[in-house]
């Protein structure tokens, strides 16, 4: 069983920066790959980010070259560092874990955490 918290949302004009973090409960953090994902108003929860246990990383097109996800396995954290925002990242962001490799679809993560607002403004 794997508890997640995030946090690091809040309200940055257009062009900004954010870190969201993601904190892990639970044994054998290296064992679970870990996903951003996020649902903006009104749409579907959509992949974002995601990275293995021991660190290979995929991205959504639209968000290569902004974003950066890491982990730090001896803080059991997983991170989304976010540069150039814009107004269309506005969305609840979800951190997300699933015991061996990443994939990009929603279903395949047992583990969610509540969620963390980003808003971007123009």
């Known amino acids: 069983q794997v508890q997640l918290v995030e946090s690091g949302g809040g309200l940055v004009q257009a062009g900004g920066s954010l870190r969201l973090s993601c904190a892990a409960s639970?044994?054998?953090?290296?064992?679970?790959?870990m996903g951003w994902f996020r649902q903006a108003p009104g749409k579907e929860r959509e992949f974002v980010a995601a990275?293995?246990?021991?660190?290979?990383?995929y991205y959504t097109d639209a968000v290569k070259g902004r974003f950066t996800i890491s982990r730090d396995n001896a803080k059991n954290t997983v991170y989304l560092q976010m540069e150039g925002l814009k107004p269309e990242d506005t969305a609840v962001y979800y951190c997300a874990a699933r015991l061996g490799g990443w994939l990009v679809r929603t279903v395949a993560y047992p583990y969610w955490g509540q969620g963390t607002q980003v808003t971007v403004s123009s």
């Open positions: 639970g044994r054998a953090f290296t064992s679970y790959a």
């Open positions: 990275i293995a246990g021991i660190g290979d990383t």
